[in-house]
């Protein structure tokens, strides 16, 4: 058909008749029967991690970070089969407030201990902040340069999706993966706000808590309950004219450490100094963390530790299934707003509430 503007009154100019063009898809491929990303079996999982292989262990750890029903059902089972692989490192928590050098000092601590010892190292990080923020402020590649290129060296940032305790099981499940890949140094990064730091807690041997000096009032700031958890706290940036300041803070933890109750690990937790930035100081605090390991393996603490951790991680995982179970329940998701919207108005007392959606997800449950 002749193009309209070809009409008279356009004159000059002439459009020819298009030419078809060419599918810019091969049309001799048959999208439908290109293979999908394979599905990997959980005994090719485990094969695969067992052996070392990082791609495999990225995958399955991707499986234990997913929501999907099916996706879990693979990671529990390559969990399971794993666990007796598992346990053969040194597992060590790091925290501290954003801007203390966490991944400066991540960079170097991870490079001195390859360098030291040998074997594998895992970093991974619990952020609660990443599913509000939608990003993970922690664990991030490309903040520690060169670990990020080490052949020895694995990191993941944090799992994203759901409550902190979902994020913290997660990450203590890819230590399983991770230990079972022959990873023997294990660092679980967490920014110093307070709940994450009891979720780190629980799965670490060794905690470390960075510090920096401050004005001489750094001990308001932070919580109580955070010192006591530290099995040792360190002082960062400590270089050039902060050096004193450092020193002073250092004074002022240790005195601060004294107030507390002797920690059940019979271990007399240590304040040292160090720059990340400036590589001074590193070795002490390693020797400091491996003298700690040690001390803990010699009295039987090790050992313990573990083993409560193992059976904290019992009841949360029961809890967590509780508590979705309970809140994902259609029926409860409905009445949740109203309720609470009674108890908002004065219509219905917390505990009438309480009780009231409760009597109906146990009813429902008996059905
Ligand atoms: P993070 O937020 O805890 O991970 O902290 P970063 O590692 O990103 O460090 C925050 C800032 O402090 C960066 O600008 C670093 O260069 C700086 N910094 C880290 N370690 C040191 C140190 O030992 N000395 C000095 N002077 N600065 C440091």
């Not at 007392?349 to 309480?354: D, I, L, N, R, V």
Request: with cysteine; net charge neutral; hydrophobic share 35%.
């Amino acid at each position: 058909m002749e193009h309209p503007e070809n009409n008279e009154e356009y004159k000059g100019l002439t459009v020819n008749q298009g030419v078809e063009q060419p599918s810019i898809v091969n049309p001799y491929i048959n999208l439908r029967s290109r293979p999908k990303r394979r599905q990997f079996s959980v005994g090719e999982y485990v094969e695969g991690i067992v052996k070392g292989d990082i791609t495999m262990l990225s995958r399955a750890v991707t499986l234990v970070e997913s929501i999907k029903p099916e996706h879990q059902a693979i990671a529990q089972e390559v969990i399971e089969k794993c666990l007796p692989y598992s346990g053969n490192s040194v597992r060590v928590g790091i925290s501290g407030v954003p801007g203390a050098g966490k991944s400066t000092s991540i960079d170097v601590f991870g490079l001195h201990v390859l360098e030291e010892k040998g074997g594998k190292l895992a970093v991974l990080a619990i952020d609660p902040s990443s599913e509000r923020s939608k990003g993970s402020i922690l664990g991030d590649k490309t903040r520690m340069e060169k670990l990020s290129v080490h052949p020895k060296s694995f990191i993941r940032p944090s799992p994203s999706a759901g409550s902190l305790g979902g994020v913290a099981r997660k990450t203590r499940e890819t230590i399983i993966l991770c230990e079972a890949a022959g990873f023997d140094k294990i660092f679980v990064e967490t920014v110093g706000v307070g709940q994450s730091e009891t979720a780190v807690h629980s799965m670490v041997d060794f905690f470390l808590l960075i510090q920096l000096a401050g004005t001489g009032d750094e001990l308001q700031g932070i919580k109580r309950g955070i010192m006591e958890m530290a099995d040792g706290i360190v002082i960062n940036k400590a270089d050039g004219n902060n050096i004193e300041k450092a020193k002073l803070a250092a004074a002022h933890f240790r005195n601060a450490l004294h107030l507390f109750p002797a920690p059940e690990s019979g271990w007399t937790p240590q304040v040292l100094t160090y720059s990340g930035f400036y590589n001074i100081g590193i070795k002490e605090i390693w020797d400091m963390v491996y003298g700690y390991i040690d001390f803990v393996k010699k009295n039987g603490y090790f050992d313990y530790r573990r083993n409560e951790q193992a059976k904290y991680w019992m009841y949360e995982t029961i809890n967590e299934h509780l508590r979705d179970s309970f809140y994902q329940d259609p029926l409860i998701a409905d009445m949740l707003e109203i309720k609470e919207k009674e108890v908002l108005n004065g219509q219905a007392t917390s505990f009438t509430a309480a009780k009231k959606l409760l009597d109906v997800y146990f009813n429902q449950l008996k059905k």
